[in-house]
């Protein structure tokens, strides 16, 4: 139905982009989050009929479609109040000092947005990490141009939520360029995109081969540029021993509900739960294994994912001591994940990378583990994560640092006695990590301090206070908050 994009046109796309990449750099902050703030009302206009789209592009159910075009309305709304308000610039001025010796000079600095940033849409998001998702609204609120490649699983609900895009550019007047949406099954779409000159970004959310080689592409330009990939994770569970006897049925409930959800399909989903062995832990595995038998098998998002999930779940179970606890009791239909568990001992899990891999899908491990110095071992053996969870009590913390300081170091997000999916949107998020779960941990997917990810920092050094940028002037007319000599104000 969609072409893959040439290069011609391509070239044509990118040269649009960086065009209007010098007006709407100099664009006021209110002119673009007035900007997001249209593309959130056009993306509600389009009513059910892109629910219906999403549906059946996607297998995903109505409910899940409306809150998650929900949510990408409200991150384009927040993140543009975030951008109005100014304070993601880090706006710093040192003012001068001509009686000392040496003279100090006076330095002003800010962000600056990088340029034409290139999305990839992601397969298990069609609308909050797709054409109008995150990584695109927090571009736009740096002051860069979008160029979308659209996820080949979901492309009719991503020109839909395009058209809506440019038809929100068009109201707010803003250049030619400033949007483009293209196609691409084919791989050499995504490399020309990112080895383009023009390109000065990237934004990537799905597996780790994929977001490992936009990564490598990218580093071998002539200009390198940064390439944020959220990769996924396997999200470890960690359950200490005084939590486990006061509670295993609940936690097995809570944690069976969070390894099904959408069918596993989550970033977030937990596919590790590390404990040590004990009468309580066979409890608990046994409660786990029956809530997990009566879960019914779901439709996964597309048959490339649901194949991969067969794949990856049959080589976790032939792997040397692995043994099946449950799966799901009902008949299995084409294209449908399995909801399994199984579990293994650690020092299987320690002799076995295969273990460590992430099974997209409802399929969780549990470890038993021989003590807490095997744990804490198994801990500190494991890749970087988007998020760690520890079910403790206040005790089992106290006595058990060397675990909990050995998980905090591989995590962006540590969670105690809650489940890892379900991903807030606010200031205080951060949804990135360690490598392989991002290639770059300083930065979040989520929240509007992921607008720094488009922008990098710039000094002026002894400028005239009228040819200042506004956000730097001595007056501060657009009221946001700067830090000036060492003290923070908005005066």
């Known amino acids: 139905m969609f072409k893959d994009a040439t290069i011609n046109e391509i070239n044509e796309v990118m040269q649009q982009s960086w065009t209007a990449f ?35 592009e996607t297998n995903l159910p109505e409910a899940r479609m409306r809150n998650e075009r929900g949510r990408t309305i409200f991150q384009l709304n927040s993140y543009a109040d975030a951008c109005e308000k100014g304070e993601w610039l880090e706006a710093r001025i040192d003012t001068a000092i001509p009686d000392k010796n040496p003279p100090k000079p006076d330095i002003r600095k800010m962000l600056v947005p990088l340029g034409p940033v290139v999305v990839f849409g992601s397969s298990n998001f069609p609308f909050a990490y797709s054409t109008a998702g995150g990584d695109t609204a927090c571009a736009f609120a740096a002051g860069c141009p979008v160029i979308i490649k ?5 492309p009719q609900t991503s020109e839909t939520v395009g058209n809506a895009i440019l038809k929100a550019a068009d109201n707010c007047k803003m250049p030619k360029g400033i949007f483009a949406h293209v196609h691409g099954a084919s791989f050499e779409v995504g490399k020309s995109l990112v080895m383009h000159p023009l390109t000065k970004a990237v934004g990537f959310t799905g597996s780790f081969i994929g977001g490992k080689q936009l990564f490598d592409w990218a580093n071998q330009r002539k200009e390198p540029i940064p390439v944020f990939s959220e990769m996924g994770s396997i999200n470890p569970v960690f359950l200490l021993p005084e939590k486990l006897k006061q509670s295993p049925a609940d936690i097995a409930k809570m944690y069976a509900g969070s ?89 299987a899990f320690l002799n076995n990378p295969v273990l460590h891999q992430e099974v997209f899908g409802p399929y969780s491990l549990v470890i038993r583990c021989k003590d807490m110095n095997e744990m804490t071992e198994v801990a500190k053996h494991l890749e970087g994560q988007l998020t760690c969870t520890l079910m403790a ?26 489940v890892p999916t379900g991903v807030e949107v606010c200031l205080s998020m951060h949804h990135g ?13 989520v929240g509007a301090d992921g607008i720094k990810r488009f922008a990098r920092p710039i000094a002026f050094q002894n400028w005239p206070n009228d040819l200042l940028p506004d956000e730097l002037k001595d007056e501060n007319p657009l009221k946001i908050w700067r830090t000036v000599n060492n003290e923070m104000n908005h005066d």
């Open 150 to 154: 659209a996820h080949p699983a979901h």
């Open 393 to 418: 009590t206040e005790d089992d913390i106290k006595n058990n640092d060397e675990l909990v300081e050995a998980v905090k170091n591989i995590c962006g997000r540590f969670i105690l006695n809650g």
């Open 259 to 347: 390894i099904t959800l959408g069918v596993g399909q989550f970033c977030t989903n937990p596919g590790l739960l590390i404990s040590v062995d004990s009468d309580e832990l066979k409890t608990f595995v046994h409660e786990l294994g029956n809530v997990i038998q009566q879960t019914a098998t779901g439709l996964m998002l597309h048959p490339g994912i649901a194949k991969a999930y067969k794949e990856k779940r049959g080589n976790a179970l032939i792997q040397k001591d692995v043994q099946l606890v449950a799966e799901s009791q009902t008949q299995v239909k084409e294209n449908e994940g399995v909801p399994t568990i199984a579990t293994a001992s650690g020092q």
């Open 433 to 445: 990590g360690p490598f392989p779960a991002t290639t770059d941990s300083r930065f979040t997917s």
């Open 22 to 56: 010098h007006i709407y750099r100099k664009m006021s902050l209110k002119q673009r989050a007035d900007f997001m703030r249209a593309i959130a009302i056009e993306l509600e206009a389009c009513g059910d009929e892109l629910i219906q789209t999403a549906m059946r």
